[in-house]
């Protein structure tokens, strides 16, 4: 079964930044597109950001000039880079693989932003 962890969550002030790492176990990760989703209290899943496997990105409106997702095929992980972070990015951060057109879905981790 295919495995994606997520970790670099945690509580932040206004305007810092975090760093999201999502460590997967897929075969062939290279071919894979990559993405993030968020869920925050009350609201539906949103996308955040993907990347395919050719490396072109596509990033949510209220993220782009943030936000930047990148991928490491070495170490089959794929980052969120977030910068000036406001309470309004407040969610559980999701990791997202889809591969063969089927997806896979980490556990989530925790972005709390305060002002």
């Known amino acids: 079964q295919v495995q994606l962890v997520e970790s670099g969550g945690g509580l932040v002030q206004a305007g810092g930044s975090l760093r999201l790492s999502c460590a997967t176990s897929?075969?062939?990760?290279?071919?894979?597109?990559m993405g993030w989703y968020r869920q925050a209290p009350g609201k539906q899943r949103e996308l955040v950001a993907t990347i395919t496997s050719g490396g072109s990105t596509n990033y949510a409106d209220s993220v782009k000039d943030r936000f930047t997702i990148s991928r490491d095929n070495a170490k089959n992980t794929v980052y969120l880079i977030m910068n000036s972070l406001e309470p309004e990015d407040t969610a559980v951060y999701y990791c997202n693989a889809k591969k063969y057109g089927v997806e896979n879905w980490g556990q989530g981790t925790q972005v709390t932003v305060s002002s």
């Open positions: 897929l075969t062939v990760f290279r071919i894979a597109t």
